[in-house]
């Protein structure tokens, strides 16, 4: 795999990106230099707007609207693609470099065939006849691992899983055997388990073509599985560069190691509270339209002042669970108590008091803060609506909401998009905290952030538990978050709870099969993790033994 | 008020454009008793006397700038007076059209059910009738006043408003931020107006600017079907059908208030481009 010096695929040397922001033109990427040789994949990384994404697609020559390269050189094979004319540059694109983006969701067009979107760039850039291209796709569908290939090609991107569709990508990418692919946070958007296939996927793909790749990701764990050296980036710097290996084990600068540290460090369990149990959820059924049953049989109970989280990958019912606790979606069966007493299913029937006992926080700090309101008004608006403040004191109990997010009075005066992801999720939790709720629902409040903003804003959560008695239902598939924070775990799957009960009891053997599998699939930061673990899976497959239960 | 002016200075040259024309027509048409040389009815001259810098141009003691009409009436004086008739019932128009289909249009994306069923029903139904054939009937039923006038468009107007608010709000109406208003506990009219109006607000302008437009043409044929303000009340519809014989002489009398109607809506549409510009996110790079 290691090849040095003379076999060079792309030199990129003192590239200056600039982003045009607020009416002037920024630098953001600042003189960034690396190179990849053939067969060889780099893994960048870094938090968000480090400028990864930016770097990684400025290799093929490329600059999303609103950036320009300003200064450097991309070579590419010996040819130089800044400044290239579009002709030379569609050549290159595509055939010789390719791109996967993080959500293929997003990027297939869903009104044609996977195998029409398949086919079309070699067919017209003339490389392959249609049915030659076809049997490509097939082989390369097989390779990935996908069921029926040969059918498979013939579907919608709907009618495959997210996980699938990213391969299907990966497949497309790989139609023209390029020579370098640039991956863009391709597992960003998949549950653990599902990351594990596609990482197992790409990896054995790659290798087997001996195809370079640029591996984008904010997840050092998962980077380390895969790329052969990482280059670590800091609001458009280079921090630093290295092996894989070396840079894990004995990282030069303070902000790698502080990256590595995210993983290792986070909280440690917290012990307070009374026995007052504040929501109990009893024999819960729920469905969407008449007969799909997304929630079966649902037993739980939460403590004051005390974290249950409830884990399982997507479409196990878990964020279903929240919607039926809000009252967003009527159970078809089953009771909610709420301090001891039913509550009324609907929401709508339920009382303005109930309702500002009982807060939620996003996933998606983004579409969770209307991008009109300032601050002020986000977290104004609950204390006027529930407490009927106004004037000084609600400006006061602004403040003071601010400060408990850790985040300066100046903020009062911004709008959404003036803020950062985490900080963002810092005013959501503040116009929860707004209503001073007994019962907070984070319904994978982290997964849209980066590691480091992620780490702030749980040890936030705590410190605010401890503080004001507040309990929390953790909704994540992110077992780290869940060791971190959690008292009780609860664990679905497939609309029911496959085992619940204290953290100690579910985090140490012996596993429930299905707990089993969510564990071992959460990435570690051990370059052999993955490849440990697909044979493992490989072995027990062998015998017979099926993950799924 | 700094932030109104920064907005515009900021703004390309077409919107610029765009807005001088804007202001140019309504300072006329404030300002139309003081500028017009005539008064909107006075004869000022002889039939279709060519404008003033025509070779057989007729002299005047106070100049007639564009010629005269077919009855003798200074033609620039009514274009004055024009505008404000035009202008203002257009403006009328299409607040009221925007006011009943916006309400409309967000009741129905955000209650759905049998709200939304009835409203989009009652709409498609008004919106089978072909526009003219809709208001010719209404107009001669109810008569041809002012406020008839306005209504009958505001309501063949709103239909198309409804349609599109309704789209506009389905889409912002499933974002997590109006779920949480919604589990605040918040009402129909807090959602409407402070989560809903706020993200819609930019498509609703601009197609305000183009409604505008539409409204301003719909009289302008109203009136040439003689449906529209009644004589000797000047507007540029009008103004067009009373002259339009005189095409037919090699006079281009007609084309004057048909060149006024065509600048205005080229204004007006330079500032809705502008608006539907930022409102797709679009930057200029």
């Known amino acids: ?549 | 008020m700094a932030d109104v002016i920064k907005f515009f200075t900021r703004s390309p040259w077409s919107a610029k454009l765009g807005l001088a024309i804007i202001t140019l027509n309504i300072f006329c048409a404030l300002f139309a008793p003081a500028l017009a040389p005539y008064s909107e009815t006075e004869i000022a001259g002889d039939v279709w006397e060519p404008p003033i810098w025509s070779e057989d141009a007729i002299p005047h003691y106070t100049p007639v700038i564009l010629g005269t009409d077919h009855i003798g009436r200074d033609l620039f004086s009514r274009l004055m007076f024009g505008a404000r008739n035009t202008i203002t019932l257009a403006f009328v128009t299409t607040a009221l059209a925007f006011f009943v289909g916006s309400i409309g249009g967000f009741m129905a994306a955000t209650l759905k059910g049998w709200v939304d069923q009835t409203l989009s029903r009652v709409v498609d139904i008004l919106m089978a009738f072909p526009t003219l054939i809709l208001a010719l009937v209404i107009l001669s039923v109810m008569g041809t006043s002012i406020p008839v006038l306005i209504f009958v468009i505001a309501l063949i107007d709103s239909t198309r408003v409804f349609r599109i608010s309704r789209a506009v709000a389905m889409d912002i109406e499933v974002m997590e931020y109006v779920e949480a208003s919604r589990l605040r506990g918040e009402g129909l009219w807090w959602v409407m107006k402070e989560e809903i109006l706020p993200n819609a607000l930019s498509p609703l302008v601009a197609e305000f600017g183009l409604r505008f437009c539409f409204v301003f043409l719909f009289i302008s044929s109203l009136s040439f079907l003689g449906l529209g303000l009644q004589p000797p009340l000047a507007d540029w519809g009008s103004m067009v059908r009373e002259n339009s014989s005189a095409i037919s002489f090699g006079i281009l009398t007609p084309l004057i208030p048909a060149a006024a109607i065509a600048f205005l809506t080229v204004g007006v549409n330079l500032v809705v481009d502008w608006f539907l510009h930022r409102a797709s996110g679009i930057k200029d790079v």
């Open chain 1, 1 to 549: 795999m290691k090849k040095t010096g003379a076999n060079r695929l792309l030199n990129v040397h003192d590239l200056c990106i600039e982003g045009y922001q607020e009416e002037e033109w920024r630098q953001i990427v600042n003189g960034v230099s690396f190179y990849v040789d053939r067969g060889e994949v780099l893994g960048l990384i870094g938090e968000s707007g480090a400028g990864k994404s930016t770097i990684g697609i400025a290799s093929m020559g490329y600059t999303r609207a609103g950036c320009r390269i300003k200064a450097g050189s991309i070579l590419f094979d010996g040819q130089e693609l800044f400044g290239a004319d579009y002709e030379t540059l569609r050549r290159v694109r595509g055939p010789r470099i390719a791109y996967v983006a993080q959500s293929a969701a997003a990027s297939f067009n869903p009104a044609h065939k996977l195998i029409h979107q398949f086919v079309e760039m070699p067919v017209q850039e003339g490389i392959m006849s249609f049915s030659k291209a076809e049997a490509r796709a097939k082989e390369l569908f097989r390779r990935l691992d996908l069921p029926d290939p040969d059918n498979i090609g013939d579907r919608y991107p709907h009618q495959v899983s997210g996980g699938q569709l990213q391969r299907c990508m990966v497949a497309m990418a790989m139609a023209c055997n390029p020579d370098l692919i640039v991956f863009d946070e391709p597992t960003t958007a998949l549950d653990v388990t599902t990351q594990i296939e596609v990482l197992g996927a790409i990896k054995e793909v790659i290798q087997a073509y001996g195809t370079a790749a640029i591996y984008i990701t904010h997840d050092l764990a998962v980077v380390a599985q895969i790329a052969d050296r990482i280059m670590v980036l800091q609001h458009g710097y280079e921090v630093e560069t290295g092996e894989t290996r070396q840079m894990i084990e004995s990282p030069k600068k303070d902000y790698t190691r502080e990256l590595l540290s995210v993983r290792k460090t986070r909280g440690k369990t917290i012990n307070h509270g009374g026995e007052e149990t504040v929501l109990a959820v009893e024999n819960v059924r729920a469905a969407y339209g008449n007969n799909v049953i997304v929630l079966d049989g649902i037993n739980t109970k939460i403590g004051r002042g005390k974290t249950v989280s409830i884990v399982g990958e997507s479409g196990s019912g878990k964020s279903t669970l929240a919607r039926v606790i809000t009252g967003l979606l009527p159970p078809i069966d089953g009771k909610v108590h709420f301090c001891g007493e039913v509550i009324p299913p609907k929401l709508k029937n339920r009382p303005k008091e109930l309702l500002r006992r009982m807060q939620m926080i996003y996933q998606m700090p983004d579409t969770a803060l209307n991008p009109k309101h300032k601050v002020k008004k986000i977290l104004g608006r609950p204390l006027n609506f529930y407490f009927g403040m106004s004037g000084k004191e609600r400006d006061q109990r602004i403040l003071k909401l601010l400060e408990l997010i850790e985040l300066g009075p100046e903020y009062m005066e911004r709008y959404p998009d003036e803020l950062s992801g985490g900080e963002k999720q810092r005013v959501c939790i503040a116009r929860a905290l707004a209503a001073k709720p007994d019962l907070i629902i984070c319904d994978e409040v982290t997964s849209a952030l980066d590691q480091l903003g992620a780490k702030g804003i749980l040890k936030l959560l705590q410190n605010l538990q401890n503080e004001l008695q507040v309990s929390y239902i953790f909704i994540t598939h992110d077992l780290d978050t869940v060791k971190a924070i959690s008292d009780h775990i609860v664990v679905m799957y497939q609309g029911k709870v496959v085992e619940q009960g204290p953290k100690s009891d579910i985090l140490h053997p012996p596993y429930e099969p299905y707990t089993d599998l969510l564990l071992s699939s959460a990435p570690e930061m051990n370059p052999d993790w993955l490849d440990h673990v697909i044979k493992h899976r490989q072995r027990l497959a062998d015998k017979g033994v099926s993950i799924r239960s």
